[in-house]
């Protein structure tokens, strides 16, 4: 009912900076939340950075200064801007959406991931 299609993952240096974006679409009738998880091999998810609706963000430690999370709500897009990479942020990204269908019932979905991988 809902997909998420990520991009903009890949291999750059340490220092170094991408972009991921994601987008949703289906029967979305409005969304609450998105926000980017990621997880190292042989470790748990973890959340990266969150937005809310009226603006509301919140970041990881690891990240805060060096990651910035954006949204466009007329095309059900979020971003996440990262900067200064280091070899430590090399995982798979994962973008996840709550909000409600247009039946009214809430949602949440993931994204399939996108491999960033940081070399240093």
């Known amino acids: 009912q809902v997909q998420l299609v990520e991009s903009g993952g890949g291999l750059v240096q340490d220092g170094g900076s991408l972009r991921l974006s994601c987008t949703a679409s289906?029967?979305?009738?409005?969304?609450?939340?998105m926000s980017w998880y990621r997880q190292a091999p042989g470790r748990q998810r973890e959340l990266v950075a969150r937005?809310?609706?009226?603006?509301?963000?919140m970041y990881a430690d690891s990240v805060k200064g060096r990651f910035t999370i954006s949204r466009d709500n007329t095309k059900n897009s979020v971003y996440l801007e990262m900067n200064s990479l280091k070899p430590e942020d090399t995982a798979v990204y994962y973008c996840?959406?709550?909000?409600?269908?247009?039946?009214?019932?809430?949602?949440?979905?993931w994204g399939q991931g996108t491999q960033v991988t940081v070399s240093s």
């Open positions: 289906g029967v979305i009738l409005s969304i609450y939340a």
């Open positions: 937005s809310q609706n009226f603006g509301t963000t």
């Open positions: 996840y959406a709550q909000g409600f269908l247009t039946t009214g019932r809430s949602f949440d979905y």
